[in-house]
Structure formats: C-alpha cells, structure tokens
C-alpha cells in the first residue's frame, strides 16, 4: 500500500475512501501546516493530498523526501505549487478540474449580484435595523442588458456566461485563444486586455494566476474600464494589484467590487474591509458538500491512477 501525507482535513466520506486505497497520514486537528511541518510529515510519503493552503515553493518542493512523486492538489488552481520546481524532482502535480466548475460560477455570480445591488450595504442596514424605505434607497447597477467581460474563458468563465446570459447581459470575453462557437455562444472575443477592459461594464476574473497574469489588473489596466465599472473575481488573488482597485474603488472609477479570493489569504487588505461598496467572501468557490466531496475524491483518485498507470489525465506540469 502506498503511503500519503493528506495535509488538510478532507470530508469524512473521502477520508475513509482514502484510508481504503492508501496508508494514509491525516492531520486530524486540521492544523496549518508550516512549509517544514509538510517536509517533516511527508517523510516515508509516496504522495501528498497539498491543498491550497500549502505552499509549494522551490524551496519546499526540493527539501521533500526522493520517495515522494506525486503533489495532489486538492483544488483546479495550482498557483500554491510551483511546477518547474516539481518537475525538476521528478514529481507529478495534479489538480482537479470540471468537478467545481458549476459551483465555482455559483459563487462568480453570487460576487456580481452582490457588487451590483450593493449586497453588503443592504446586509449591514438590514441587520442593524436602521432602513427606512423610499424611492432611491440603495439603488444598484441592474445587469439586464450590462455588459459582462470574462477574463478567462475556461470552464468556470463559460458557465458564468451561460447563466449570465441568462441575466440579459451582453457577453464579451479575452481568452488567449478564441473558442469554437459552440463555446461561445454567442460571446464577444477580444484578442487582448485592452479592448475586453474597454467594454466590460462588470468584469469577471476567472482565469487561472499565472506568471503572465499576476498583477494584470493593476494601475495602469483599470484605466481601461469604463467608468463607474464593477470588478470581481473568483479566480485568484494574484491577479489584482490591491491598492490600485482600492484607489479605484475609492475615486469612483470602479463602482464596486465582488471578490471571493485574495492575495495572502486570508489577511486580504485591510482597504476591502473598510469599503461599503466591497462585497467580499472568504474564499467559498468551490465551497457545496457535493463540490468538495467530488473534488477530494478526484484528487485521491488521482493519486491512485498515477500509483497505478504511471501517469494521471488530470496531471498539469
Ligand atoms: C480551486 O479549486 O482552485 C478553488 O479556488 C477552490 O475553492
């Protein structure tokens, strides 16, 4: 039976499918592990379950015993794990696609709805009691016929569209490529940021941190939006540059943002805290029993196609 080092809690349901298929370390006290807690813990491990909370830098990936070969992430993105250091190591990194797609776009309209209809200061008024009704009371940005930009078109940003679509807004995306039209659907493409920011009455971040796309959204790129636009994001932190959409936020230029994910989670900038036009969730994308149930399940699954085939469909360096 091979050994694996599980870092986080996982349901239980995946727990004891784990512990059927591996001899399998959990960390039942769902600790945080420090980058030389998951060194010292991995010792003897074939594989690791890491989640998104591991940092898997260089230094991490190569102070790791020669016995471990596989880094499971427990999630679709993969900006915690560095892949060249991984595959210098001869260590396989996988992630787990398609399983959250629908509740990851949940979430990516839940952050436009609240944005636009001004979600969190309708919460606070109605918690506090101190609402009186009339004619302009929180009048928000409506979406029928708003156009929405989706950075990112992949599974998450094509589902967003889908139901967004529905809304009545008016779909324009930037991908690196264009897609078939049947992915489309009838969706605007735009070859570079530029013009997709340049239309994007609501944007929606949801393509995958990256080196190229750390800090696109930054200073001089939110200059492209139209004024009074509202951000969101549900991708990753790292694409934004903080206090540039603070600034923004603060002037006006962006009317309000939707943000589920942050850099240095989960101390986001104090900035979001303070703004009543932010509407912010701690992280929830992928965050249904169904999701997290199908995800942990692909990422033990995973481990067992590579322990069994020498290599994985869901492998990505
Ligand atoms: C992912 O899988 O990358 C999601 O952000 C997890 O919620």
Known sequence: MKRILITR?????????????????????????SQSKVIEMSQGCD????????????????????????????????????LEAAKKRG??????????????AEIGI????GACRRASEGIESARESNW???????????????RLGILGMGRIGQRIAKIAKSLGMI?????RSKLSDEKEQGATYHDNLKDLLSVSDVLSICCPASKETVDMINKE????????????????????????????????????????????EPNLNSGYLKHKSAFILPHL??????????MANLAIDNIDEFFKTGSCKNKVN
């Open 9 to 33: 809690r996982l349901l239980k349901s995946c727990e004891e499918k784990a512990s059927k298929i591996f001899e399998a370390n959990f960390n039942d006290n769902d600790e945080l592990y």
């Open 47 to 82: 594989g690791i379950l890491t989640s998104l909370t591991d940092k898997m830098d260089a230094e991490t990936i190569n102070k790791l015993p020669d016995s471990v070969k596989i880094l499971s992430n427990f999630a679709v993105g993969f900006g915690n794990i560095d």
């Open 91 to 104: 260590i396989i990194v996988t992630n787990t696609p398609d399983v959250l797609t629908d509740a990851t």
């Open 110 to 113: 839940l952050l436009i709805l």
């Open 132 to 146: 009186k009704w009339s004619a302009d009371y929180l009048i928000g940005k409506q979406l029928t016929g708003t």
């Open 171 to 175: 779909i324009h995306y930037h991908n």
């Open 221 to 264: 790129t939110i200059e492209y939006l139209p004024k009074g636009a509202v951000v969101t994001n549900v991708a990753r932190g790292d694409i934004v540059e903080d206090e540039a959409l603070i600034d923004a936020l603060n002037r006006r230029k962006v009317y309000a943002v939707g943000l589920d994910v942050y850099k240095n």
């Open 285 to 294: 994308g992928s965050a249904t029993k169904e999701t997290r149930t199908a």
